[in-house]
């Protein structure tokens, strides 16, 4: 069993519709959740992280922890089709530096 | 600020060559790390460097590979002996170690023919 696993897709929507992608976890030593998103032929890039359970917001991106059921969710409200990316969920058990734990990441296409 | 530097983008080795791929961290960053991307699998950890020093290195094959982060100058990652296997995009970030996530460079794409 992989220690994070996400479903690869591809995802299809609509523009101006709401995605939802979602990350399962085994390691309970994981603290800080984050996610990424890599465009064709580019290096990932930090979109938000989270620290324990909760929500976080910022402009049209939600980031969801839930610790109890090993769950992430990142929500993208009024999505664009320059959103159309591979987003990667990752998660660390520290904050001093150490490697990341990443999903396979998840395939994104909004269509106009 | 320039953000993480890695040359060459694109690299062509044949089997058995050597390959070297250079990263230079974001300015004011220490830690630097070494991930592996295959197409179809997520990044892969690699290794994780100081300043002339392996702070982790559990996910580096055993054999060929090997890295490097001197007091001057860019991190090397290091893959001798090359073979088709070792095709993957190759991924640097950087962090200041102070809080959670990295930057990344754009990646060097090894081509083993």
């Known amino acids: 069993q992989k220690e994070v696993e996400q479903d690869p897709g591809p995802l299809s929507v609509p523009e101006g519709a709401i995605v939802s992608l979602n990350c399962t976890y085994s390691?309970?030593?994981?603290?800080?959740f984050m996610w990424y998103r890599q465009y064709s032929r580019k290096g990932p890039e930090l979109l938000m992280y989270?620290?324990?359970?909760g929500n976080k917001e910022d402009g049209r991106f939600t980031a969801q922890v839930d610790k109890s059921s090993k769950y992430i969710s990142l929500f993208i409200r009024d999505s664009q089709p320059s959103d159309s990316a591979t987003y990667l969920c990752a998660m660390s058990a520290d904050n001093q530096g150490g490697k990341l734990i990443f999903g396979q990441g998840t395939e994104l296409s909004v269509k106009p | 600020n320039a953000g993480v530097m890695q040359n060459p983008r694109h690299l062509v080795r044949r089997r058995g060559q050597e390959a070297r791929l250079r990263c230079s961290p974001m300015k004011g960053h220490s830690h630097v790390y070494w991930y592996r991307q295959l197409p179809e699998e997520g990044l892969k950890f690699m290794v994780y460097?100081?300043?002339?020093?392996?702070?982790?290195e559990s996910g580096m094959p055993k054999e060929r590979f090997s890295a490097e982060f001197p007091k001057e100058g860019p991190s090397i990652l290091r893959i001798q002996q090359v073979v088709r296997g070792d095709s993957a995009a190759y991924f640097c970030?950087?962090?200041?170690?102070?809080?959670?996530?990295?930057?990344f460079g754009s990646g060097t794409r090894l081509t083993v023919v």
């Open positions: 460097l100081q300043k002339e020093n392996i702070i982790d």
């Open positions: 989270t620290y324990s359970s």
């Open positions: 970030a950087s962090s200041s170690g102070t809080v959670p996530g990295y930057t």
């Open positions: 390691n309970s030593a994981f603290q800080y």
